[in-house]
């Protein structure tokens, strides 16, 4: 029987627990009725994921006497804009949501994102829990209050930071994934060892295939580990105006790539965010802050778990590398005219810089982008 873990997140005045385990969905009543003033929720989903869990979910409310009504949002990203916010915040009115109430984000990463910027907002505040269904929003999105949309403009740049009353991470979930989306969440598991924990990235490279082939033990562990690292850094700096950027390792580059690709079916997030740590490393090594080894290392176990881990893993044609660059301008952790990266001094040991002259960028994509046999 593999174990529930429980991961707090001792923000003063807004603690709460991440849950971490199999079989979470089936006792929601139970650990989320404590947290009511009165016997109902409402839950905000998409289509696919209430096709698998929404019935699971209300009918384990039910069982504790909490009534749920839902309502069920498109699947995909285009669902994160003004259009859905608007109507999941009109329907959370006409279900006369209280201030008392919560609302249940059932859902990857688009669902908890757009449900905490709606819960932020009505009535100037309701709490809500989430109940991530995919890996990736297990380990990263559902964990340290970073909600929001995406606008004409960009991504995530209309949000706030509201934090949850609590996350389960049930890991049985992620049963119904597909390999890839478990391998692009996988992405952003390997990103926290490399970031700050040796010790766990050297796990990871024994224990990937398992996390990957659905070992309940290994998922437990890999997400616990996870969500234990991203805490440690949320409670540290929970509005980013430090060390919480670490969590970025990988994403400026990662976010070059997702424009560059249209932010398309063509490259995952978690499938960005895996090639973006492997070209931070190799940017840290031509600049010597780290030894070659390290970008080989990431590199291998990226090929050892199946993994995009190349330029040339993205199918279709890519921008020059000054094209790349300048799509790395536009990215949001751009400050003062100035790319932001997080680099790093080994493995699990990233930090972060604006020291970092435009020429090596360039010269670690052009490297890159040869690989492709292109121009
Ligand atoms: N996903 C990065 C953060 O939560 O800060």
């Known amino acids: 029987m593999t174990d529930i873990r429980t991961v707090p997140v001792a923000l003063p005045g807004r603690e709460y627990d991440v849950v971490v385990g199999p079989g979470l969905l089936a006792e929601a009543g139970a650990r989320i009725g404590p947290l009511l003033r009165r016997n109902r929720v409402a839950i905000l989903t998409d289509e696919n994921v209430a096709a698998h869990h929404l019935g699971p979910l209300t009918e384990a409310l039910a069982a504790e006497g909490v009534a749920a009504s839902a309502l069920t949002l498109p699947a995909g990203e285009a669902t994160k804009g ?6 999941a915040v009109e329907w959370l009115l006409t279900e006369k949501i209280e201030r008392g109430d919560i609302v249940i984000a059932l859902g990857g990463g688009v669902i908890g994102d757009l449900a905490g910027f709606a819960a932020a907002i ?56 597909s390999a890839r989306d478990v391998l692009a969440g996988y992405g952003e598991v390997m990103k926290h060892g490399l970031l700050g924990d ?67 079916d063509r490259l995952l997030h978690g499938e960005g965010v895996a090639v973006g740590c492997a070209l931070a490393f190799e940017l840290s090594a031509r600049l010597g802050h ?47 005219g100035r790319l932001r990266f997080v680099l790093a001094r080994g493995i699990g040991a990233a930090f972060v810089t604006s020291e970092v002259p435009p020429e090596a960028v360039l010269e670690v994509l052009e490297e890159a982008l040869a690989a492709l046999g292109g121009p």
């Open 82 to 87: 003004w259009a859905q916010l608007s109507r």
């Open 122 to 177: 009505v009535r100037r505040g309701i709490r809500f829990v989430q109940v991530p269904t995919t890996l990736l929003a297990q380990v990263d999105s559902s964990v340290g209050g970073k909600t929001g949309i995406n606008t004409a403009q960009g991504k995530n740049l209309v949000g706030a930071f509201h934090q949850p009353s609590l996350v389960l991470a049930d890991t049985s979930l992620l049963d119904t994934l």
């Open 198 to 264: 040796a010790a766990f990235f050297a796990w990871l490279e024994e224990n990937g295939p398992a996390v990957a082939a659905g070992d309940p033990a290994a998922r437990v562990r890999a997400v616990e580990r996870s969500v234990e690292m991203k805490a440690g850094i949320v409670l540290r700096d929970e509005t980013e105006q430090g060390d919480r950027a670490l969590l970025n390792l990988g994403h400026t580059f990662c976010h070059a790539l997702e424009a560059a690709t249209g932010y398309s």
């Open 290 to 336: 780290c030894a070659q080894e390290d970008p080989s290392r990431v590199r291998a176990h990226l090929k050892a778990m199946g993994m995009k881990t190349d330029l040339a893993d993205i199918p279709g044609e890519l921008p020059d590398a000054r094209g790349l660059l300048d799509l790395m301008g536009q990215d949001k952790k751009v400050i003062d």
